[in-house]
């Protein structure tokens, strides 16, 4: 009786629901499973995904409260420790990509009247300014040239002319330029100063020596997406003892509900003595894919992992200079390792150059960005993508591309340097 009695009630909504008309067509765009181009993915990010990270997306879902995410959540934590070099309790990943590190960054850092010191010498920068001053951030750009990178003596000269500063900022990769922003003694002159340092690491961790306590960084956030070799969408995040003093002891709220740290830590279960707490569907597949991604990491060696990135970015810049290309950061000791910046020869234009790559090879070469738009190609050498065999198939690729186009000034590499390479 009771049987009927339900279905005879869904049946009822089952009529009720068909009684309501569609108003709205369809969209006329196919319903077959999707199919994705294989592609190398060696521009400035996303790089190409390591295959076990790819499988670890088809795993089932768990509940973002289940007792085995928070063991993988755990997991998440511990090896970001490692990859950071930190003991620091607040270190997590904030379920966005690298923008949303970037703004937890600052959003938990920063309040109305605060002074910033930005370090700007490519887009990331000008982009930290323009978030500083959205939280009432009092900005004062530190800037040299596109290409350039800060000394210990313009940090010091900064602060001192900025008493009373907050926070200064550095972007320890800057993509847009392709400088490395050295980080020796830097910590030190800001911790002098009273301030917090703060640092954007989205195409450094894991690639490039980085070592958060020793360097006395406060704040450091990253991307999953480039050297760790992981989809977008979970952004490691450090804050250390100072920085969440200033979280904690803030004369007004995190003006941001989603990125405030003091209610995701909770989540991530980084305050002592109290349970873990909703705050928001942690991002499941992306926590898995992260885990992945730390774990090879582990597995490798961090040592291992910086020596073999600088290994073939040097390989990539000696081929790119014997095939007769320059550089855009002349200095090779403050060259990003993970995204080169090529200038564009007089007379070349840099999009044929890319789209005959791509559709010829399925091989990413992206343009400049910023103050380099039109003027060099970025060339990303990040985890999957760190090894010979791809910096051999880039050099060819663009060799063949520049020969399309009938650069003059092109040098042929021989099939011995490029062999040379693969070995």
Not at 129 to 134: G, I, K, Q
Not at 208 to 215: A, F, H, M, R, S
Not at 255 to 265: K, T
Request: aromatic share 6%; with cysteine.
């Amino acid at each position: 009786m009771r049987v009927a009695i339900v279905a005879l009630w869904i049946g009822m909504h089952v009529r009720t629901a068909m009684t309501e008309k569609v108003t709205k067509s369809k969209p006329g765009i196919s319903t077959t499973p999707l199919d994705i181009p294989p592609r190398v993915l060696m521009g400035p990010g996303p790089s190409s995904a390591y295959p076990r990270i790819l499988s670890s997306s088809s795993l089932p879902l768990l509940g973002h409260m289940h007792p085995e995410f928070l063991t993988i959540m755990d997991d998440v934590q511990s090896w970001l420790k490692y990859s950071f070099q930190t003991d620091n309790k607040l270190t997590l990943a904030v379920s966005g990509s690298g923008h949303a590190a970037m703004e937890a960054a600052v959003a938990n850092t920063i309040e109305p009247g605060d002074i910033v010191i930005v370090g700007v010498n490519g887009i990331w920068g000008e982009r930290l300014v323009d978030m500083c001053e959205r939280y009432g951030a009092i900005v004062r750009p530190m800037r040299v040239k596109a290409g350039e990178v800060f000394s210990k003596l313009d940090v010091m000269a900064a602060l001192q002319a900025n008493p009373g500063t907050t926070a200064l900022i550095l972007v320890h990769g800057e993509s847009s330029t392709g400088t490395l922003q050295p980080l020796e003694g830097i910590g030190k002159i800001v911790r002098s100063h009273r301030a917090l340092f703060i640092l954007d690491a989205v195409c450094t961790l894991a690639c490039v020596p980085l070592n958060v306590d020793e360097q006395m960084i406060d704040v450091v956030y990253s991307g999953s997406q480039k050297c760790l070799g992981a989809m977008p969408g979970a952004s490691p995040l450090t804050m250390g003892p100072r920085a969440v003093a200033k979280l904690q002891h803030r004369k007004s709220k995190v003006r941001s509900y989603y990125l405030d740290m003091n209610l995701v830590g909770n989540y991530w279960g980084v305050n002592e003595g109290q349970p873990r707490a909703y705050h928001h569907t942690g991002l499941i597949t992306n926590v898995y894919a992260l885990r992945e991604a730390l774990a090879i990491v582990a597995n490798e060696g961090l040592e291992y992992a910086w020596n073999r990135h600088e290994m073939q970015a040097k390989a990539l810049w000696e081929g790119l200079q014997k095939m007769g290309l320059e550089l855009f950061v002349t200095d090779a000791k403050t060259r990003l390792p993970t995204v080169t910046t090529v200038k564009v020869p007089a007379g070349v234009d840099w999009k044929e150059v890319s789209t005959y790559v791509m559709e010829k090879y399925s091989l990413e070469i992206s343009g400049g960005l910023g103050p380099t738009a039109g003027q060099v190609w970025r060339i990303g050498i990040m985890g999957h993508n760190a090894r010979p065999g791809n910096v051999a198939m880039m050099l060819s690729a663009l060799e063949d591309a520049l020969k399309h186009v009938k650069w003059t000034g092109l040098k042929p590499l021989g099939k011995t340097v490029v062999e040379k390479i693969e070995l």
